[in-house]
């Protein structure tokens, strides 16, 4: 049939557990898995400062991440810091906590600026979701895909 068709997806189509399932790194040619844009390569390939700086303690601590995703560590990393500083300024019990992260402006993560208000509990920004291209991935990090400005 010969047909050139994207694939697009969530998170783990760029994972290194997939790329390790492929016969060939061209089958990972035009698969477009989303991410999370402070832990990928801009145009100029490269991460931000804050991101770069973590990756360069990572790889001090000689962690490998030849098939772990950068954002899952930097989630795994900013959350408890999180819980930890509210915890901190407003006191250990549950509504404290929660008083304190319903009022989060702009926590700023290694996985993204975080807020939070009553109502909205996401906290994650919706234009920092991005789609990347998954046969560049590159530790745990990957470029933007095509369309994408700096």
């Not at 959350?79 to 509504?95: D, F, L, V, Y």
């Amino acid at each position: 049939m010969e047909w050139d068709v994207p694939i697009v997806g969530q998170t783990t189509l760029g994972s290194g557990q997939t790329k390790a399932l492929l016969d060939k790194p061209g089958y990972w040619a035009k698969v477009y898995p989303n991410n999370f844009r402070p832990v990928c390569y801009a145009a100029n390939g490269k991460l931000p400062d804050r991101t770069n700086a973590f990756l360069d303690r990572i790889k001090s601590a000689k962690i490998d991440m030849t098939d772990t995703l950068l954002w899952w560590i930097a989630l795994g990393y900013d959350s408890p810091r999180m819980i930890a500083e509210a915890m901190k300024n407003a006191g250990t019990e549950p509504q404290q906590i929660v008083g304190y992260l319903n009022k989060l402006k702009g926590y700023p993560g290694v996985y993204g600026d975080i807020s939070f208000t009553p109502d909205e509990h996401n906290g994650y920004p919706d234009d920092e979701i991005v789609m990347v291209e998954a046969n560049s991935l590159k530790d745990g990090a990957f470029n933007l895909a095509p369309g994408y400005g700096v």
